[in-house]
């Protein structure tokens, strides 16, 4: 297998298209996608193809601009209303990240100021790599403020995927397990499966043993009783969303939040700026149920018997209060 060596969400510029590393074969296959329509990365969004709140704003960042590039031969007025159309699409696909509104609306807000479709489609793209570029400098900001909390030696429990595959590259919660590892720290790593999609033993399993930093992988309810037997030292998790009340992620950080609290294990949240959503609380904001199927079969295997309700929800929300810390670029604090 090719090592993921690529960013996981790049602009070609050489063949004119987005590029994305396509996550629902990994860590099966590897595979590029490459792309000129905005319908095309819409269904990679609603995938998971791409995934991961920091990934998901440069990808609305980038719907925006291909949009803008496919409408730049109309009239003012006709470019504007299909960019916007494109957009609220985009928006719709996923409603629990905050990123994806926010990489639109700032490459919205960015091209609105051009006077002719096609400096607005040229401004739409340039913002979007300048979206690109900050994510790998937040991320390295957001790493190295997290590793210096860690001690030299220690095994951190993780949920989900917040790596590189969920950012362009290097990652927030497994951004700070790689700084510390590039400090010399000898940090282990406990990765929740993640049910029911995986994204802890396909994705954070994959990217770590790729880049040689020790991984184990956990399902999801063996959490609690490594905490008991003092296994975790820590938990990281990425977010989705924090308002001012608690933290959006996948579903499951709730219970790892709680186990942490009452065992005395510091539970961090690493996330940049750009998840934040202080304007609103936990009861404003859509928590995304997804598909049955995705419970009720595997392989091919009925997982659960016909007409049983699934209630399948995407993320939960920690309040606050079980936070140790919140690490932003802009360094460590409590909520
Ligand atoms: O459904 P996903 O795979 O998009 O969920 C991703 C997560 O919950 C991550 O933990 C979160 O987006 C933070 S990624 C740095």
């Given at each position: 297998m090719k090592p993921a060596t690529d960013r996981t969400i790049t602009w070609d510029e050489e063949a004119g298209c987005l590029r994305f590393i396509?996550?629902?074969?990994?860590p099966e296959r590897y595979e590029i996608v490459r792309t000129t329509e905005v319908e095309r990365l819409a269904t990679a969004i609603r995938r998971l193809e791409v995934r991961g709140a920091p990934a998901l704003g440069v990808a609305g960042a980038y719907g925006v601009a291909l949009s803008a590039r496919s409408h730049a031969g109309t009239g003012y007025d006709e470019f504007m209303e299909s960019v916007r159309r494109d957009a609220a699409m985009l928006n719709a696909t996923?409603?629990?990240?905050v990123n994806l509104g926010w990489g639109i609306d700032r490459v919205l807000g960015a091209l609105?100021?051009?006077?002719t479709p096609e400096a607005a489609a040229r401004r739409a793209l340039e913002e979007a790599r300048a979206i690109e570029e900050e994510d790998v400098r937040l991320c390295h900001a957001i790493g190295d403020h997290g590793a210096?909390?860690?001690?030299d030696r220690c095994t951190v429990l993780t949920h989900c995927n917040a790596g590189a595959l969920a950012c362009?590259?290097?990652?927030t919660a497994l951004g700070v397990v790689r700084s510390a590892v590039a400090m010399g720290k000898e940090i282990k790593v406990i990765s929740c499966?993640?049910?029911?999609?995986n994204q802890g033993s396909r994705l954070t399993a994959f990217e770590l043993a790729r880049d040689g930093i020790g991984v184990e992988t956990i399902t999801d309810s063996t959490a609690a009783y490594l905490m008991r037997k003092k296994v975790i030292d820590t938990v990281i998790v990425g977010a989705d969303r924090i308002t001012r009340d608690a933290v959006f992620n996948k579903i499951g950080t709730y219970m790892h939040a709680v186990c942490a609290c009452h065992h005395d294990i510091p539970f961090y949240v690493a996330a940049p700026y750009?998840?934040?959503?202080?304007?609103?609380?936990?009861?404003?904001i859509t928590v995304e149920e997804r598909a049955r199927e995705e419970l009720a079969e595997c392989g091919g295997r009925k997982l659960m018997p016909d007409g049983v309700r699934a209630r399948n929800y995407a993320f939960d929300a920690t309040p606050?209060?079980?936070?140790?810390a919140i690490i932003t670029e802009q360094g460590a604090g409590k909520p």
């Amino acid at each position: 297998m090719k090592p993921a060596t690529d960013r996981t969400i790049t602009w070609d510029e050489e063949a004119g298209c987005l590029r994305f590393i396509e996550q629902t074969l990994l860590p099966e296959r590897y595979e590029i996608v490459r792309t000129t329509e905005v319908e095309r990365l819409a269904t990679a969004i609603r995938r998971l193809e791409v995934r991961g709140a920091p990934a998901l704003g440069v990808a609305g960042a980038y719907g925006v601009a291909l949009s803008a590039r496919s409408h730049a031969g109309t009239g003012y007025d006709e470019f504007m209303e299909s960019v916007r159309r494109d957009a609220a699409m985009l928006n719709a696909t996923r409603p629990t990240a905050v990123n994806l509104g926010w990489g639109i609306d700032r490459v919205l807000g960015a091209l609105s100021g051009e006077e002719t479709p096609e400096a607005a489609a040229r401004r739409a793209l340039e913002e979007a790599r300048a979206i690109e570029e900050e994510d790998v400098r937040l991320c390295h900001a957001i790493g190295d403020h997290g590793a210096a909390l860690l001690p030299d030696r220690c095994t951190v429990l993780t949920h989900c995927n917040a790596g590189a595959l969920a950012c362009v590259e290097w990652g927030t919660a497994l951004g700070v397990v790689r700084s510390a590892v590039a400090m010399g720290k000898e940090i282990k790593v406990i990765s929740c499966e993640t049910r029911p999609l995986n994204q802890g033993s396909r994705l954070t399993a994959f990217e770590l043993a790729r880049d040689g930093i020790g991984v184990e992988t956990i399902t999801d309810s063996t959490a609690a009783y490594l905490m008991r037997k003092k296994v975790i030292d820590t938990v990281i998790v990425g977010a989705d969303r924090i308002t001012r009340d608690a933290v959006f992620n996948k579903i499951g950080t709730y219970m790892h939040a709680v186990c942490a609290c009452h065992h005395d294990i510091p539970f961090y949240v690493a996330a940049p700026y750009s998840t934040l959503d202080l304007q609103r609380s936990e009861d404003d904001i859509t928590v995304e149920e997804r598909a049955r199927e995705e419970l009720a079969e595997c392989g091919g295997r009925k997982l659960m018997p016909d007409g049983v309700r699934a209630r399948n929800y995407a993320f939960d929300a920690t309040p606050l209060d079980l936070v140790t810390a919140i690490i932003t670029e802009q360094g460590a604090g409590k909520p």
